[in-house]
């Protein structure tokens, strides 16, 4: 009886081993992707590096021979939209670098008179958090070196940098102007990624 057993056991065990399905094995197979940005600064749209416009002032000097005191005006009227951008840059923290050269002409003054215009150069930034801020450089001075935005570079479509120009001026303010057609300056504005 014991054989008998022995052999139903040993049956069982095989039916079962049978109609038990194997144990499910999972593979997994994993691709990693990895890439980097480059911190850079560009115009867009059109991915460049530059932008700007001529700024032709015409006439510099009144009737009686001093300055015109429009130029300002006519700065920001001539330049239109010439005179902003839309930049961005890919870094967290970009500087800004600014430039204005005095307005000169080769012609060579006397005493009471002037060949060159000094005037104050302004860049407005906006950021992600601030619009309009400021940075300026008059051209008496030596150039505003890079100097932190102080954040991201506004991203929202539109232009983000706008420049202006005041303050215009010759040495004396009696000082007329040599008459000359080569007056000519300008102004630098540098956006780098920073740090």
Same mark, same amino acid.
């Given at each position: 009886?014991?054989?008998?057993?022995?052999?139903?056991?040993?049956?069982?065990? !095989?039916?079962?081993?049978?109609?038990?399905?194997? %144990?499910? *094995?999972? &593979?997994?197979? +994993?691709?990693?992707? @990895? /890439?980097?940005?480059?911190?850079?600064?560009?115009?867009?749209?059109?991915?460049?590096?530059?932008?700007?416009?001529?700024?032709?002032?015409?006439?510099?000097?009144?009737?009686?021979?001093?300055?015109?005191?429009?130029?300002?005006?006519?700065?920001?009227?001539?330049?239109?939209?010439g005179l902003e951008a839309?930049?961005?840059?890919? !870094?967290?923290?970009?500087?800004?670098?600014?430039? %204005?050269? *005095?307005? &000169?002409?080769? +012609?060579?003054?006397? @005493? /009471?008179?002037?060949?060159?215009?000094?005037?104050t150069a302004h860049v407005?930034?906006?950021?992600?958090?601030?619009?309009?801020?400021?940075?300026?450089?008059?051209?008496?001075?030596?150039?505003?070196?890079?100097?932190?935005?102080?954040?991201?570079?506004?991203?929202?479509?539109?232009?983000?940098?706008?420049?202006?120009?005041?303050?215009?001026?010759?040495?004396?303010?009696?000082?007329?102007?040599?008459?000359? &057609?080569?007056?000519?300056?300008?102004?630098?504005?540098?956006?780098?990624?920073?740090?």
């Amino acid at each position: 009886m014991m054989k008998k057993l022995a052999y139903l056991s040993i049956a069982a065990a !095989s039916l079962f081993a049978i109609a038990s399905p194997a %144990a499910a *094995q999972t &593979t997994t197979g +994993t691709v990693n992707i @990895t /890439g980097t940005v480059a911190p850079k600064c560009l115009v867009v749209p059109g991915a460049g590096s530059t932008f700007g416009t001529t700024v032709a002032l015409g006439e510099l000097a009144q009737a009686d021979g001093t300055l015109a005191t429009d130029l300002a005006t006519r700065f920001s009227s001539i330049g239109g939209t010439g005179l902003e951008a839309r930049v961005v840059c890919t !870094s967290a923290a970009p500087t800004i670098a600014v430039d %204005a050269t *005095q307005i &000169t002409s080769a +012609t060579t003054p006397t @005493t /009471g008179y002037a060949n060159r215009i000094d005037y104050t150069a302004h860049v407005f930034v906006d950021t992600t958090s601030t619009n309009d801020v400021e940075f300026t450089n008059s051209s008496l001075n030596a150039p505003l070196a890079a100097t932190p935005i102080g954040g991201r570079l506004a991203n929202n479509g539109g232009n983000n940098i706008t420049i202006t120009a005041t303050n215009f001026a010759t040495p004396a303010a009696t000082d007329l102007l040599v008459a000359a &057609t080569d007056y000519s300056g300008q102004i630098v504005v540098l956006i780098a990624p920073g740090a």
